[in-house]
């Protein structure tokens, strides 16, 4: 993280439902002299789970921007046994891309972060393959090459794990990566691994969903955002949309508009991750509006 | 209203964006012991107004159902200068029909009434044509006859006015009656009159908008939902979508596509309206989730 | 069929694709004085396959009606190894539409066919289930019910086949018909059953899709027409749609939303057969504009 | 166009509607040896306009290809009084972008050119202001800016017309070019000058489409890829596309989401353009499939 003195912060909560959880936080920010700006929580009735997501002005807060975490568990987490999360927008994560040979959703991704849409800090390329090296290059992003075999993957994997730590990276994109990550390296980084599928999963998972869906004679072809997870394509979902395809599209013609939705529901993806609108739960997402 | 007892009960809220809204109106609920079960809020920070939606469980609520409303303005209402209203999920709305020839969307709104999607009592059904007549026999709802013209119009507004009072209605859904209801009538039923608008407004308001749309030559049809207001296909957009056409759609396809909108799109709007998850300001909905 | 004398007459028509096949077709038309006022072809340029549809004018056409088959396949269809269809469309195509106990899909069929909508006789109405005599019986359509279970199965459908073919029926529509039929039904009609599935397939085939998605966590859910074939779920996809979700949404919702999309892609489906746009090769739809 | 010897050739036609236009064409090209790859044409009914796109393979054609046109007119164009254009495949249109300040649509276009996705020669970006000059030098491009005020406003399109001929352009992209073009500059570029308007036209033309349809309280907003026209955003429409919004969605969210829909709609557009699948007739587009 980038982090500055922040203005305002937002909190991840979810817990067993029960009476008088949002008097409880409301009532901990308001006393305090926080002024709530967003509350929104849901509570799944079947599960009987309760998330929220809150968000207040620090300007005239009492607790100590570096004692809130440890205030509200003692005050109010412990007390209804939450899972909670405290960001400052203000801190700025560390992004690192992950790459294969498919240039498409790593030009869009670099091109939103150069026009300030998507606010990270991106230093670091991973790829299995030299191809993108030049792009990488062209915007001065330090470009990583570790190609992958069956016999060095365990080696190279540790090494990436190395760089992700040295690089400081907070989260993990991968824009068409065409290589799977193994379940050891995904512990790593829970809920912190963006992968792009290219179809509306669970239709499709695995290699050349664009084949399949050409032979199934589907006709609309999606994609699908997901945090990666040790399952394949099994991770809870993100983001997912669908375009419209015809009998006279060719397979080439499914790939060509599956791509443009490969760039949407990736970078809707990392907005909403970054935005810190996003809770885990049950293999499912919550993505706060 | 047909009433039962209540079980819980929802506050729409607006006012003036302050500090401390959120924690006084969920700690009113919490120290009478409700329940919150669902709670939503939004600023608009543009304007400094404050929205919320919240709903809360009575069963063991200290404040007499039918108390809540004054004692919720006493201590909180004036005090923030709110504008609020109160629901009670239980209270099975009323809603009349208004339709002039076209049968579809009348159709569909009957048969989800039949299959206890849209919750309501549909005593009425009101036209200025007798086309549909025996479609509100088939289905035993009573169907008056206005017709309109210029110089009978106030006198048949009136015969109507008398007639939803009569029938104790709620609100009122405009089925594609093609007729302008007078500011004066309108006045009557603020934000409770939805219209099925055939086009994605602002875009070909009035009549003929297939025709308009085909004209133009345009990629996309819609339809609108929208509450009534004194200005033509003005008043506040509840709901809208739309559907792909090509040149090869004549007039009469881009009308028979938009039939297809024009159903779900007022479904919804029906939806969203007696679920009590709209809330009107300065001419926009917030559509609570 | 319930025909009229044709003013104009369709052709679908596949075959391997070799050099000459449009230029001989339409001379074949031209030549005899038909006015071609539609003509669409398409390639599959990977299997090599030639599609064509093709629409003309009869006013003068030299043929008598009931001999345009044979010259056309004495003449043009030999040589090309076309296989083809000819059909009018004056003709009325019969339809029976079978059903369980959902409603929704067979009264927005019923709708559009009283609206004239979908143009088809709809003589009658087949069911495993007792709930829907009386919407059949408020249209005045026969009903008919066959309950089914493992040791009758062979038995109630050899009574429905004689029931079909008594009221000449040309096409079916599986309007939420929860019961499968056996592949020795099926082949009595040939890409002529058109079933509603509720998720966009291949995701979540079989029982219960809504559940499944929402236990997946998807965030759009679709639904699908295709026709019937010996494996369950896996005919030939005429229409998908889909319609987005999100976390607040209770499988409830998601049942209630597909509802629209269900009625939706089946009614496209539905006329899409009807206007003869529809030629099926290798289990794909040709789905002509 | 940088051309290589063509192994087909396109020909878009239309003219007024009457009998053997088909069998005419297809036997023109059939009887020298041409083979029909596509064939998709369309008639206007109401105006009687017949349209069509034919494609053939030139491999064993008996016409020589720079005499094709001449044949065509000769022996079919004058007496069908058709307006016909033949192009050929391997033709490489020559292309020049337009842009003021905002680099997303430029960025993307780049990037599929330089992916292979969209075949042209870019060798020209022109600019009222100096703010993209560096991303066209990153990519190699020219770059040529031209202010634009109230007095220089002739002369300066003037420069750009002579720089366009220079560079030999066949058509242009305005990637939001936030400047009107005089209609005596349009003229040159008939149905060459793609546009990309942030809104779904009709509705929001002119300046700041997404404030207004903030203001409007719309539930949707859109992109229109159009040809400029001396009509302000008055075009002929080639391509649409819209995306949902809500109430939670601030102007900046709308500019944000729509950014999307313009890099999308853009491509889409100039991906039929340089397919040679548009027609234009009275002020709407033909887009064959």
Not at 19 to 30: K, N
Request: hydrophobic share 40%; aromatic share 10%.
């Amino acid at each position: 993280m980038n982090a500055t003195q922040p203005h305002s912060a937002i909190l991840l909560i979810h817990c067993p439902d029960r009476q008088g959880i949002v008097a409880s936080v409301t009532e901990f920010i308001y006393k305090n002299k926080g002024n709530i700006t967003y509350l929104e929580q849901h509570v799944d009735s079947q599960k009987r789970i309760f998330f929220m997501r809150i968000e207040w002005e620090l300007g005239e807060f009492m607790i100590p921007t570096d004692k809130i975490g440890e205030y509200f568990q003692t005050l109010i987490g412990k007390r209804f046994e939450m899972q909670w999360k405290l960001y400052f927008p203000e801190d700025i994560p560390r992004m690192a891309i992950f790459v294969s040979k498919l240039p498409h959703c790593l030009f869009d991704i670099i091109a939103r972060c150069q026009a300030g849409e998507i606010k990270v800090v991106l230093p670091l390329i991973i790829s299995n393959h030299p191809d993108l090296q030049a792009v990488a290059e062209k915007f001065k992003i330090d470009f990583h090459l570790f190609p992958i075999n069956k016999s060095n993957k365990h080696h190279q994997e540790q090494q990436e794990l190395s760089l992700l730590k040295e690089y400081q990276v907070d989260f993990i994109v991968l824009a068409r990566y065409m290589q799977i990550l193994s379940a050891e390296f995904v512990t790593h980084y829970p809920n912190k691994i963006i992968n792009i599928h290219h179809s509306f999963l669970p239709a499709f998972p695995g290699a050349r969903p664009y084949h399949s869906a050409y032979e199934r004679g589907v006709k609309v072809v999606g994609a699908t955002s997901h945090y990666v997870t040790a399952d394949l394509d099994a991770g809870p979902i993100i983001e997912q949309d669908v375009v419209r395809v015809s009998h006279t599209d060719s397979v080439q013609d499914l790939i060509r508009k599956g791509r443009d939705l490969e760039k949407v529901v990736l970078a809707r993806a990392i907005w909403h991750h970054i935005q810190r609108k996003i809770l885990v739960f049950d293999n499912r997402t919550i993505i706060f509006s």
